[in-house]
């Protein structure tokens, strides 16, 4: 919105109540790249999609007062400006630029004279509260080796030690994928249960307690080997996979666990691909990519946080599929393993942005069919797979370094689910 903002003292539509001090708030949020304010009131400031430059009165008077405050929290990345209009600001005139780009920041600025002109009476920025705990805990579910497909799982605490087996609920199946949703609790869906003509859509739900339960019936298209993650506050989605033939399609997950029907997909169907959120709890996105269409193939798409999936990006880093994917640092993400043309341990880091960085070269054994699931607020685990069925872990420190092999817990096995749950440690 760009132009003049005043006062609606006939108390109108669009009521704007004076505070016992005098000062109006104008209730309709300021999203433009321009504004131009009048004292006595206050404003909220929306840089979400661009900066604001902030035109103050021509004139003033002594004791005048200004209020903005940083709506969105993104000062930081869009910052506002603030043209004093001829009058001068702490003490220097219009000639200089005054920028205020901290997040969470409010301005309140008082007119004192011709001298000083406008002076800050506070510029502080405060915390975004209430916060919400990132995932403490992991578990790793379902999978298959070489005796056939498993429904059991292994919980991970807050510093990444992989529980023993707990007997599984729900029907035993591989190739299918898991996210967080809900604040703490995950959920794990689709799958295969003993041949690829014998898919699955249905879906098991997991407390906060890490406690899986029984099989709730599918919505959407039966298939295996996709990928999932959370996006949004509270929600998740799954994506791509194996039918008859490799899809693009994907599934939204609510805040309670209820699975979406199909929603059409957008970029190159193909399976066998990972999927991890990033860019923190106020940002939460996510990011599908590697996998295999006829060959194996290094492309990305991105889910904002409405749970749209982006057009294919061109991949960074080697090709291949059947690899792991977690969030770790917070709101960055690391993909790591997979198969080439022979088992690999490489790693690309993803940023809070979500590019995909070059290869890293690997750290523990290199093999497929690995899953990763986010732990301790900001680190990594990265388990189970095959070169020949393993149940060894890594674990990604919050600068995304992955450690050396961590003797494995659990049956050996891969092409399972992983997903972080619970909030407490």
Do not use: H
């Amino acid at each position: 919105m760009s132009g003049t903002i005043t006062s609606n003292v006939a108390r109108a539509s669009g009521t704007i109540a004076a505070t016992p001090g005098g000062l109006d708030w104008d209730t309709a949020v300021v999203t433009g790249s321009t504004v131009t304010v009048e004292a006595a009131n206050g404003y909220f400031i929306n840089t979400t999609s661009n900066t604001c430059t902030i035109t103050l009165p021509s004139s003033a008077e002594a004791g005048d007062q200004i209020v903005f405050v940083d709506y969105a929290r993104t000062w930081g990345t869009n910052k506002i400006t603030i043209d004093s209009n001829g009058l001068n600001f702490q003490g220097s005139t219009d000639s200089y630029t005054v920028n205020y780009s901290t997040v969470g920041q409010s301005l309140n600025i008082v007119y004192s004279d011709s001298t000083k002109g406008w002076l800050p009476v506070s510029d502080d920025a405060v915390a975004d509260v209430p916060t919400q705990v990132q995932t403490q805990k992991a578990i790793f579910a379902y999978g298959s080796n070489a005796s056939g497909p498993f429904s059991l799982s292994n919980l991970v605490n807050s510093s990444g030690v992989v529980a023993s087996d707990v007997t599984g609920v729900g029907t035993a199946r591989a190739g299918l994928a898991a996210a967080g949703y809900g604040v703490d609790k995950a959920i794990f869906a689709y799958g295969t249960t003993s041949g690829a003509s014998e898919i699955v859509s249905m879906s098991n739900l997991v407390t906060n307690a890490g406690v899986v339960g029984s099989d709730v019936s599918g919505v959407g298209t039966a298939r295996s080997a996709l990928a999932a993650a959370r996006y949004g506050t509270q929600t998740a989605i799954f994506a791509y996979g194996g039918t008859s033939g490799k899809v693009s399609m994907s599934n939204l997950v609510n805040s309670s666990g209820v699975i979406a029907s199909d929603v059409s997909g957008v970029g190159t169907a193909r399976q066998n691909l990972a999927a991890a959120e990033y860019g923190g709890i106020s940002s939460r996105k996510a990011i599908f990519a590697y996998g295999e269409t006829s060959g194996n193939v290094s492309l990305s798409n991105l889910v904002n946080t409405s749970g749209v999936i982006a057009s294919d990006v061109t991949g960074v880093g080697t090709a291949r599929r059947d690899l792991g994917a977690a969030m770790y640092g917070g709101d960055k993400a690391i993909f790591a393993y997979g198969y080439i043309s022979s088992y690999s341990s490489l790693s690309n880091l993803v940023s809070n942005s979500g590019v995909v960085a070059s290869d890293t070269s690997g750290v523990g054994s290199a093999r497929a069919g690995v899953r990763a699931a986010n732990y301790g607020a900001d680190k990594a685990i990265f388990a189970y797979g095959y070169n020949a069925y393993v149940s060894m872990s890594n674990l990604v420190n919050s600068s995304g370094v992955v450690g050396s092999d961590v003797t494995g817990v659990g049956t050996d096995r891969g092409s399972l689910g992983a997903a972080g749950y619970s909030v407490s440690a």
